[in-house]
C-alpha cells in the first residue's frame, strides 16, 4: 500500500519534468511516454518488494532511460539519438548516487509544444497532455472532439516533432516575445474565452479552467519576470475569482454586471491585482497585460460598487490595436455601449465583417442586448434566436430565451 | 540532420528570369549565388538546383499500369517549384533559420522538409 502510493506521489511530483528531461535528451515525446509508462509500472512490481527507494525519481529514470536506449537501438531511424540516450546512462547513474537534482527541462518542452511548427489547433491538447498527463479522452471532450480523432491527432503531433527535428532549446531572446506569446495563447486557450460580459458568455471549455492555472503558474514559476507571464496568470486568476457567482443558487447563469461581489474570491482577485501591479512597472505592455486590466476593472466594483465603463471601453481600444481578435472587437463594442449608449455600441459592433461573426455567439447575444435596448424588438428578436442558436452551455440558453422573451411580441 | 528548402516560385519570378530589361534580371539572378555562399561558409551546404521554367516539364503517370507522358509540371499551383537546397543543420528550428535567409520576393513560398533517412 505504501509502495503505491509512493509511485502516485512520484507521478503527481515528478510527472512532466520526467517527461521533459527524458524527451529533450531523445527529442521524442511519444518514446518518453511510453518509456516512462513502463518505469512506473516497472515501480509498481518490484517497488511493494523491494521496498521504495531512497531516490523514486533517480531510479524511475534510470529505467526509462533503459527502456528509452532499447528503443533506440530497435528502431529503423533516429540512430542520431543514440549518443545522447547513452550520455544520459551516465547522467542517470550520477543523478542516483549523488545528491544531484535532474535539470528542470519543462519550459523546453512547452515551446516545443507551441512551437510555430505545430498545427495551433493541437498546441493546447499536447501541453495538456505532456505536460499535466492528461489522458486524450478528457482532452477531447474539452474540445468537442472524438477521443479516438483527439488520440490519432495527438500521436500524429509527437511524430511531427521527432521527424521533423523541433529543438529542445530555449528560444534566443530576439525570438523570445514571439515564441512566449504562442505558449501563452495555448495556454489560454486551454482557459477558454476570458469575455463574459454583459448579455453573452461563451463558457467553452471551462472544464480546463483550473488545468490551464496550473500551466500558467507553472509557466510563471519558470519565467518570473515577464510581464506577458504574469498578466496572463492575473487574467484568469480574475475570471476564476467569479466562478461561483456566474451561476445563482438555482443554477441559472448570472452575468457579469448583475453578479453578487460577495460571491468573489478576494484572495484571487487579491493575488491578480499584485501579479499585474508587478507586471505593468516592467513598461513593457501587451496583450495579457490590457486583458487582465480589464478583469482587474471589473473587479473594482466589489470596492466601489459600481464598474468604470469608460476605463474599459478605453483599455479595449489599446486590445484591440495589440490583437485585433474577434473577442476584443465585441468586447469593445460592449464597453462602449455602456459608456456612451447602445447606438454607439451597435455602430462598432456592424463594422465586423458579417462574415467573421456567422458562427461567433458572443456576437450575437451582444447584438441581441443592444436592440433590445434601442427598442428594435424584430432585429432583437432574430439576434437572440441566432445566440440561442449557438450557444453550447444551458444555463446560459435559458437566460438568453428569458431575455427574448420581452422582444417577441406581436 | 539534413532538410530539403523546396522554393516555389511565382510566375513574376519566372519571368524576371529572362527578362529584356537588365535591371530586372539581374535583381533576380544576383541573390541566389551569395545565398549559396553563405550555405558553404556556414558549414551547412549539401547541394542544391534551380529548375528551369514549369513549361519544360514533363510529367510521367501509370494510369491503369499504362504508362502515360504529359507536358507541363504535375501540380496545378499558382506558384511552382522553382529550386532546392538541401542544407545539414541539427535541428528544425536552425532549417528554418536558414530558409528565411533564402531569397525572397513577393508570392515565393518556401517549404522545409527533413530528408528520409533510408532503413539501417
Known amino acids: 500500500m505504501e509502495a503505491r502510493r509512493a509511485v502516485e506521489q512520484a507521478a503527481r511530483d515528478s510527472y512532466a519534468r520526467l517527461i521533459a528531461f527524458l524527451a529533450a535528451r531523445s527529442r521524442d515525446v511519444a518514446a518518453a511516454e511510453d518509456a516512462l509508462a513502463d518505469a512506473f509500472q516497472a515501480a509498481l512490481e518490484t517497488w511493494p518488494g523491494s521496498g521504495v527507494p531512497d531516490k523514486p525519481e533517480a531510479w524511475l529514470l534510470t529505467v526509462a532511460r533503459r527502456r528509452l536506449t532499447d528503443a533506440a537501438r530497435h528502431a529503423r531511424v533516429h540512430t542520431e539519438a543514440l549518443p545522447t540516450l547513452l550520455a544520459l546512462t551516465d547522467e542517470a547513474h550520477d543523478l542516483a548516487a549523488t545528491d544531484m537534482v535532474f535539470p528542470d527541462e519543462r519550459l523546453k518542452l512547452l515551446f516545443v509544444c507551441a512551437h510555430p511548427a505545430i498545427d495551433p489547433a493541437l498546441r493546447t491538447p499536447l501541453m495538456l497532455q505532456t505536460v499535466l498527463g492528461l489522458p486524450a479522452a478528457h482532452i477531447a471532450s474539452a474540445f468537442l472532439v472524438k477521443p479516438v480523432a483527439m488520440s490519432q491527432r495527438l500521436v500524429r503531433t509527437k511524430g511531427k516533432i521527432r521527424d521533423a527535428g523541433i529543438a529542445f532549446e530555449l528560444p534566443e531572446a530576439k525570438e523570445l516575445p514571439e515564441r512566449l506569446d504562442t505558449v501563452l495563447e495555448a495556454i489560454y486557450a486551454a482557459y477558454g474565452s476570458g469575455w463574459d460580459d454583459v448579455a453573452g458568455a461563451d463558457p467553452r471549455r471551462k472544464g480546463l479552467a483550473r488545468e490551464a492555472l496550473d500551466l500558467g503558474r507553472l509557466l510563471l514559476r519558470l519565467l518570473p519576470t515577464e510581464p506577458e507571464v504574469q498578466g496572463l496568470v492575473a487574467l484568469m486568476l480574475h475570471c476564476e475569482a467569479r466562478r461561483e457567482a456566474r451561476r445563482s443558487a438555482r443554477g441559472t447563469y448570472v452575468p457579469l454586471s448583475e453578479q453578487d461581489t460577495a460571491h468573489w474570491s478576494r484572495a484571487m482577485i487579491e493575488e491578480a491585482e499584485q501579479l499585474l501591479n508587478i507586471a505593468v512597472q516592467a513598461n513593457r505592455i501587451g496583450r495579457f497585460q490590457l486583458e487582465a486590466a480589464i478583469q482587474s476593472v471589473h473587479a473594482h466594483r466589489a470596492r466601489t460598487g459600481y464598474t468604470d465603463w469608460e476605463a474599459i471601453a478605453l483599455l479595449y481600444e489599446g486590445l484591440v490595436r495589440f490583437a485585433p481578435s474577434l473577442g476584443a472587437q465585441v468586447g469593445r463594442a460592449a464597453a462602449i455601449a455602456e459608456a456612451r449608449g447602445a447606438t454607439t455600441g451597435w455602430r462598432l459592433l456592424e463594422a465586423i465583417p458579417s462574415e467573421d461573426v456567422k458562427n461567433y455567439q458572443p456576437y450575437w447575444a451582444l447584438a441581441a442586448h443592444l436592440f433590445k435596448r434601442m427598442e428594435q424588438f424584430p432585429e432583437a428578436a432574430a439576434a437572440y434566436s441566432r445566440a440561442i442558436g449557438l450557444c453550447e452551455d444551458q444555463a446560459v440558453r435559458e437566460f438568453l430565451t428569458q431575455q427574448a422573451a420581452g422582444t417577441q411580441s406581436s | ?120
Do not use: C, H
Not at chain 2, 549539401?46 to 499504362?66: I, M, R
Not at chain 2, 535567409?101 to 539501417?120: D, I, Q
Open chain 2, 1 to 120: 540532420m539534413n532538410y530539403t528548402i523546396l522554393i516555389y516560385e511565382t510566375q513574376a519570378d519566372f519571368a524576371a528570369r529572362n527578362n529584356p530589361d537588365p535591371k530586372e534580371r539581374e535583381a533576380y539572378w544576383a541573390a541566389w549565388p551569395r545565398y549559396a555562399q553563405a550555405l558553404k561558409e556556414a558549414g551547412v551546404f549539401v547541394g542544391g538546383a534551380g529548375l528551369q521554367l514549369p513549361g519544360t516539364a514533363t510529367t510521367l503517370k501509370f494510369p491503369d499500369g499504362k504508362r502515360q507522358v504529359q507536358d507541363g509540371p504535375y501540380a496545378d499551383t499558382k506558384e511552382q517549384l522553382g529550386g532546392f537546397f538541401i542544407i545539414d543543420v541539427p535541428n528544425l528550428d536552425a532549417a528554418l533559420d536558414w530558409a528565411a535567409r533564402v531569397p525572397y520576393a513577393p508570392g515565393r513560398v518556401f517549404e522545409v522538409r527533413p530528408n528520409l533517412v533510408p532503413p539501417s
